[in-house]
């Protein structure tokens, strides 16, 4: 093989080698491409989680706000409970006193 017939080889081949690659590409650039309208569903999509994502977090916040009026509710009727509790057990012992009061003096 000639000088001139090394260069033409070495030529072809590199030829076919960019065709390859141009053709690879072309084809991937194919498979993958995003059209108009995609972009346009995708930026809707990301709005429409955006949107979501805020609802999400003011649920959560009037959750938590609701849960502490609600804790808020508990905590002062278990003190009245206690409360009322504490007056009945004590209005029983002096009823209890009274009874046993009124017995001695009907004893007496």
Known sequence: MNRTEFIIATAIVLFVAFCMGWFANWLVHR???VSGSDVEELE???QELHEAEETRDQAITYLQQREAELTNQISQ???????????????RHEAE??????ERSRAG
């Open 77 to 91: 009727t278990e003190a009245e409970l206690s409360a009322t509790m504490d007056g009945l057990r004590e209005a």
């Open 31 to 33: 498979f993958i491409r």
């Open 97 to 102: 006193m009274l009874r046993g009061e009124l």
């Open 44 to 46: 809707k999509m990301a």
